[in-house]
């Protein structure tokens, strides 16, 4: 009788900090939407977000009521869904390459973006028709494609497939930088540099709903896969032992993982660090079980984008740093710790 007690209070648990977390969420999003040269009150975010579902109708200053659906709200949420798209797709790579230092670009996913990013603003691919975050997309693909025909796709093992991540980081790394010091002036060369590292100064809403669909989307196809997963841990034999197709996961997972980075990499640009040190982090509290620790690693990876986009504003006076300015100060000390850990002899 004590082992079902047990599972129970575990399941209770595990559902009590969900809870916790999404209300965390909500509190963290107010406070991001009433930071910055015009503060707001949580309580106005509040009514003004309920006025808009019909829930209330309280009278507000029209200007905050501007500030709040016009910016900053939207600029939250989308934060709130790149954090846990990335952090999503750092605990798949983790478990698909049984690596614990793997993070969504090491398949060159980012530096693929880059490259397709600097086509369009300083080579003017597209005469205008193509937009930056489309161009991103496009190189993005381009870099996991190219990725997917040297580790042989399907076939490919782990190790084979860091090594060709590798490959194409340089690759793509090389031609950003090669068309930036030979096409770009000063002006360009400074407007992609500062995308690169990071920013949600340009989303609203339309970027909040092709994220939240898609973040969202591969977020219950990953549950669906969350026992494949675990097999994973044990590595391809095993897997294919326990009855699973490897080659249809692996490519099926890499493939989510590939939209989700792409998409968020398109629109606000190369924020590192979260998918590596937010799965970690989650798998503290959970465990190592996928059908808790990827819903975790959602959670927690929207705060920590939430509260980073936070500490970009109100860091510097009067200046917002990229964003990926600050995932790297928190996650170089913690990818340190995971090196020393790691490296440690048993």
Same mark, same amino acid.
């Given at each position: 009788?004590?082992? =079902? ?27 991001? &939407? ?6 707001? =009150? ?10 808009? !579902? ?9 200007? $905050? ?5 016009? /910016? ?32 969504? /670009? ?23 028709? &193509? ?22 796709? #399907? ?11 590798? @490959?194409?980081?340089? !690759?793509?790394?090389?031609? #950003?930088? /090669? ?16 995308? +690169? ?8 809403? =339309?970027?909040?709903? +092709?994220?939240?669909? %898609? ?23 095993? @897997? ?18 590939? &939209?989700?980075?792409? #998409? ?12 590596? %040190?937010?799965?970690? @982090?989650?798998?503290? %509290?959970?465990?190592?079980? $996928?059908?808790?620790?990827? =819903? ?14 936070? @500490? ?14 600050? #995932? ?19």
């Amino acid at each position: 009788m004590t082992a =079902p007690i047990s599972v129970i209070r575990q399941g209770a648990l595990f559902v009590a900090l969900l809870f916790a977390s999404f209300l965390a969420i909500a509190i963290v999003i107010g406070l991001s &939407v009433g930071i910055g040269d015009l503060p707001i =009150p949580l309580s106005t975010t509040w009514f003004a977000v309920t006025n808009q !579902l019909g829930w209330t109708s309280v009278s507000l200053n029209r200007i $905050h009521e501007a500030v709040i659906w016009d /910016y900053r709200l939207s600029r939250a949420l989308v934060a709130a869904f790149c954090g846990a798209g990335l952090a999503l797709s750092g605990a798949i790579m983790q478990a698909l390459l049984r690596n614990p230092l793997a993070e969504p /670009y090491v398949l060159g996913i980012s530096a693929g973006a880059s490259t397709g990013a600097v086509a369009i603003v300083i080579l003017g691919i597209g005469a205008g028709a &193509v937009s930056l975050s489309a161009g991103a997309f496009a190189g993005a693909f381009a870099a996991f494609i190219f990725v997917a025909l040297l580790s042989s796709g #399907t076939r490919g093992g782990a190790d084979r497939t860091i090594l060709a991540g590798v @490959a194409a980081s340089q !690759l793509f790394n090389a031609a #950003t930088s /090669y068309i930036v010091t030979t096409s770009g002036n000063a002006q360009q060369a400074r407007d992609v540099m500062f995308w +690169l590292l990071g920013s949600f100064g340009g989303v609203r809403w =339309p970027e909040f709903t +092709l994220v939240s669909m %898609v973040v969202g989307l591969a977020l219950v196809a990953c549950l669906l896969y969350a026992r494949v997963l675990d097999a994973f841990a044990f590595g391809d034999e095993a @897997a294919a032992a326990l009855g699973v197709n490897v080659g249809r996961a692996r490519l099926t997972l890499f493939s989510l993982t590939a &939209v989700m980075t792409a #998409t968020i990499v398109s629109m606000v640009g190369s924020i590192g660090f979260v998918g590596l %040190v937010v799965p970690h @982090a989650a798998r503290f %509290v959970v465990g190592s079980l $996928h059908s808790r620790l990827l =819903p975790t690693c959602a959670v927690v990876g929207a705060i920590f984008m939430v509260l980073a986009d936070i @500490a970009s504003r109100i860091l510097i006076p009067q200046q917002v740093l990229p964003i990926g300015v600050v #995932t790297a100060l928190v996650g170089v000390p913690f990818f340190s710790v995971i090196l020393f850990r790691f490296g440690r002899p048993s």
